[in-house]
T-cell receptor, first 120, second 117 residues
């Protein structure tokens, strides 16, 4: 089974600065998908960014970018120009590709989360 | 608007009183799933469904039931709730990659905060 590890339970960043959240995962598969989800105080799960393992180019979405190191099984999230609205719990998640032989492989496996605080 | 809805959003109940949390999506997704979120544990999958009448257990299925009689609905049933089922519950849906519609990300409902006394 795949595991996802977020080693930083809490982090803080000064407004307008840059912060990087770490995520590592364990898998024997060569093709998979990685996600970062944001959970603000409203508790809604919001997709921040997605990376397909077969793509070498790191995904970016406005102020959010990832550093995907496939060999190291590392998938960190960088938030640039941090804003107060970025304060939230961030979850890293792993998903196998299509359920070729069993639906269990299609499960989304989450890390335990990193709570990000933004200091004005 | 494409969305996943859950009801109720908040529920306080007592041990042993059967309850159902409804989940509905309007995106024609094949795949639907239930998660529970507990402090320090992240989100863990309870049950999932690949399509109508196709359901299977996730990592923490004990004490829960589901059904998928229609594509859009995936209710979570607690036949005899216990205090250890106090949690935040999320329903989610997505395409199956094999459907050719891509995407892969799961869309989440707003969550249901359940307290079992």
């Amino acid at each position: 089974a795949q595991t996802v590890t977020q080693s930083q339970p809490e982090m803080s960043v000064q407004e307008a600065e840059t912060v990087t959240l770490s995520c590592t995962y364990d898998t024997s598969e060569s093709d998979y998908y990685l996600f970062w989800y944001k959970q603000p105080p409203s508790r809604q799960m919001i997709l921040v960014i997605r990376q397909e393992a077969y793509k070498q180019q790191n995904a970016t979405e406005n102020r959010f970018s990832v550093n995907f190191q496939k060999a190291a099984k590392s998938f960190s999230l960088k938030i640039s120009d941090s804003q107060l609205g970025d304060a939230a719990m961030y979850f890293c998640a792993y998903r196998s590709p299509a359920a070729y032989s069993g639906a269990g492989s299609y499960q989304l496996t989450f890390g335990k989360g990193t709570k990000l605080s933004v200091i004005p | 608007e494409a969305q996943v809805t859950q009801n109720p959003r908040y529920l306080i109940t007592v041990t042993g009183k059967k309850l159902t949390v409804t989940c509905s999506q309007n995106m024609n997704h094949e795949y639907m799933s239930w998660y529970r979120q507990d402090p320090g544990l992240g989100l863990r999958q309870i049950y999932y469904s690949m399509n109508v009448e196709v359901t299977d257990k996730g990592d923490v299925p004990e004490g829960y039931k589901v059904s998928r009689k229609e594509k859009r609905n995936f209710p979570l049933i607690l036949e005899s709730p216990s205090p250890n089922q106090t949690s935040l519950y999320f329903c989610a849906s997505s395409w199956l990659v094999t459907s050719g519609k891509g995407g892969n990300e799961q869309f989440f409902g707003p969550g249901t905060r359940l307290t079992v006394l």
